[in-house]
């Protein structure tokens, strides 16, 4: 199966949810399944892979604009898209972890 998960909280100081979603991400690593983390910014996205653990794929989108957490909030209050996999690739379920649950076109959610 294929996990995608929301890894915004793995960028900067890592608060509680932070902490939460490293140690969800160690523990799914042992696992057998494909794991991907998104972050639906660009503050400290070009840091995104190195804040995960072994094992997780991180799948960023170099071309989306300054402020692109905030553009793609207001996008998914409005209207069902971009659907996450448009971020993240092809994905069998995808993990918010950071108060919103994006648009999913195949996937669940949770």
């Known amino acids: 199966m294929r996990i995608g998960l929301d890894a915004t909280p793995l960028l900067g100081v890592r608060t509680g949810i932070g902490r939460y ?6 523990a799914l690593a042992a696992g057998d399944d494909e794991l991907v983390a998104t972050a639906f910014t660009l503050r400290g996205a070009g840091g995104l892979a190195a804040a995960l653990p072994a094992g997780v794929r991180a799948a960023v989108r170099t071309t989306a604009p300054a402020g692109a957490g905030r553009l793609l909030q207001g996008a998914w209050a409005r209207a069902e898209v971009p659907p996450v996999e448009w971020l993240a690739g092809r994905i069998d379920v995808f993990h918010a972890t950071n108060f919103v649950l994006p648009p999913l076109r ?3 959610g949770w």
Do not use: D, G, T
């Open 21 to 26: 979603v490293e140690n969800l991400l160690i």
């Open 106 to 108: 195949r996937a669940r």
